[in-house]
């Protein structure tokens, strides 16, 4: 599986990320730099978590201006698998690749531990090797994960299941239904708050976030 991990100003999780799919996949991710203009050929590209931008405005607004955020969108649009972790998902919001917005935590504070999730939709690239309704353990880090978007939105991502991960009985950040993470119509964009990479390993004591990157590695292989 050829990848590629976006690096924006202040990324802090873009090595994480690279590490998981390496270990996973066997081979080392294109690391593209935001300022670059083009995207080498890849199967995958991935938004990673961190702070784009000082996150000075909105979070995740000013990284969806970069220059290669045009290209990502264009492949995105195209079919390519797209995956935004925690900042990468509010980047995804921005440009417009998924719907509604992340907003400031319900109780303004930032947020940092392991939270429960049930996988809500196990019919994309993303989540094909976990169970429906299976709960996992994944840890969330930030600010700005409360989820929001309209009543018709919520309807529809509800209505045509682009819901892929709900909180269960602990909603860290006062998201809207509970929503932890999203996909786009045709299912091949994902963005979620809580970030896989970091226990994709039994040395970071946890493997719940694996099966999204074996799953992955198996179907772009």
């Not at 995105?76 to 509010?90: E, H, K, R």
């Not at 303004?108 to 196990?122: G, P």
């Not at 709960?135 to 994960?145: S, W």
Request: contains cysteine.
């Amino acid at each position: 599986m050829r990848s590629a991990v976006i690096v924006f100003p202040a990324s802090n999780c873009d090595r994480d990320a690279a590490t998981a799919l390496e270990n996973i996949s066997g081979t080392k991710p294109h690391m593209v730099w935001h300022g670059d203009a083009e995207l080498p050929d890849v199967d995958l590209i991935v938004l990673p978590g961190g702070f784009s931008y000082g996150d000075y405005l909105r979070c995740g607004a000013m990284a969806s201006q970069s220059p290669i955020m045009k290209e990502v969108v264009a492949r995105a649009t195209a079919g390519t698998p797209t995956l935004g972790i925690c900042n990468g998902f509010q980047i995804l919001t921005e440009c417009g690749l998924l719907p509604g917005a992340l907003m400031r935590n319900a109780g303004l504070n930032f947020v940092c531990r392991k939270v429960a999730l049930k996988v809500e939709n196990t019919d994309t690239v993303f989540t094909r090797n976990y169970s429906s309704d299976q709960e996992i353990d994944i840890p969330v880090a930030h600010h700005d994960g409360n989820y929001f978007a309209d009543d018709e939105t919520l309807a529809r991502v509800e209505g045509e299941g682009q819901v892929a991960f709900r909180y269960t009985n602990d909603n860290p950040n006062g998201s809207a239904r509970d929503i932890a993470g999203i996909t786009n119509a045709a299912r091949n964009v994902l963005g979620l708050m809580p970030h896989p990479e970091r226990v994709a390993d039994t040395k970071l004591g946890g493997m719940d976030g694996a099966p999204m990157f074996q799953a992955l590695t198996e179907a772009l292989s």
